[in-house]
């Protein structure tokens, strides 16, 4: 994967655009597309940064962790559910995740789901 360009690079871009170049000027003098003096020009405008955003990482599970008490509520009253049928009764909640993201949900919060004696004899 390619690594973002260096910090130093951006802020000098960016200097030169608000020092009245024009972004193609400055990404012609710079030798950088002029696609990136746009977007670095933008984002220096917009939110006031130069330097690159964090690359990769996690980009979904934020979505199911603002719904984490929905999710632990009717595990704790019924621990012996399968994570399928957790999964059906999120659904009727209006909560659609995936069986895969629910385990990973519970991975991260060290819960863990195995089924006691008890559990499987209720069963």
Request: charged share 30%; proline share 4%.
């Amino acid at each position: 994967m390619p690594s973002a360009m260096s910090a130093d690079l951006r802020e000098r871009v960016v200097a030169a655009i608000e020092a009245g170049a024009s972004r193609r000027e400055a990404a012609r003098r710079f030798e950088v597309s002029p696609a990136s003096a746009v977007r670095w020009h933008e984002a220096f405008v917009r939110e006031g940064r130069t330097r690159a955003k964090p690359m990769g990482g996690d980009q979904r599970s934020h979505a199911i962790e603002t719904q984490a008490d929905l999710i632990r509520k009717p595990d704790e009253a019924q621990p012996g559910l399968f994570l399928r049928e957790l999964r059906a009764q999120l659904a009727e909640r209006g909560l659609r995740v995936g069986v895969s993201s629910l385990s990973r949900f519970f991975k991260r919060h060290g819960i863990t789901r195995k089924k006691t004696r008890t559990a499987q004899s209720a069963v």
